[in-house]
């Protein structure tokens, strides 16, 4: 069963300095938080959705490319997510969000990175456009560490834009930080902080689930209901298509080909500052 009892919650939670990661976000543009959605209610969400990864690959609903080739895919957990949503709510992570960055109250959408075995490193990349900043409130389901893929950020990133030459000729990489993450912790985060996955050279699915708030078009009074509340597996920056599957394998082969693409794109334009 998924604890979700509003006072368990709270007994397990830290307390949240405020004002001290207020500055640590502005600062650096993220902030940890240690040891803040319990360990039982998450190990029955990565069991849960492991069942469900399994029974999917073998369903209608699975594909092919996608994101499954390079090991990254996107999930919506949806009810597996309540328990955490609930904690979240309880022990002050919401209302430091939006302490953080102000956002709708309404603008929110619960998602997963489910990193698979074997998967390679991703581009290095923000989420969205830098005009459209959102939150992002990420759980680690399970310990994450430089085996399975802890997340890879570059701290101070989010203060300013950068077209994708500019990143690479600056090699603004070079301060990146890997950020392994125990069971129950969460990671705060700007949309807009540089940042990628990392191989998973466990035998074991890792998944990340990520909160996000204040992302243009969401309207959701509830997350984790939407279409259900039922789990579904989504693709993760490729697409399903031939072209798209030849474009996956050729990026994983060789990813120096989609370095250049994207610097050679970067070079005109503005890319990835606005949406226009």
Known sequence: MLQTNSEASKATSPRIDTAEMKRRFEEDGYVVLRNLVPRPLLEDVALRLS????AWKKGTESFEGGGLMSGHLNCFPGELARGVMDTLRDSGTLALGQELLPTPPKAARIGC??????SVAQH???DGAFLKSFLIINVAVVDTDLVNGAIDVVPKTHKRFYKFWEFAMQRVDKDAA?????????LIRPSTLWHRGMPNYSGKPRPMLALTLGEEGVENEDPCSVAGGRVQFQTNWFTTSLMGRLRERTTVM?????SAYRFARSLVGNKGYASF
Not at 51 to 54: A, G, M, Q, R, V
Not at 113 to 118: A, D, K, Q, S
Not at 178 to 186: E, K, N, Y
Not at 254 to 258: L, N, R, V
């Open 113 to 118: 990175n489910f990193n698979l075995p074997g």
């Open 254 to 258: 060789a990813p120096i080909t989609y």
């Open 178 to 186: 890997r950020l392994p993450l125990s069971q129950g912790d969460v």
């Open 124 to 126: 290095w990349h923000m």
């Open 51 to 54: 069942d469900e990864f399994n």
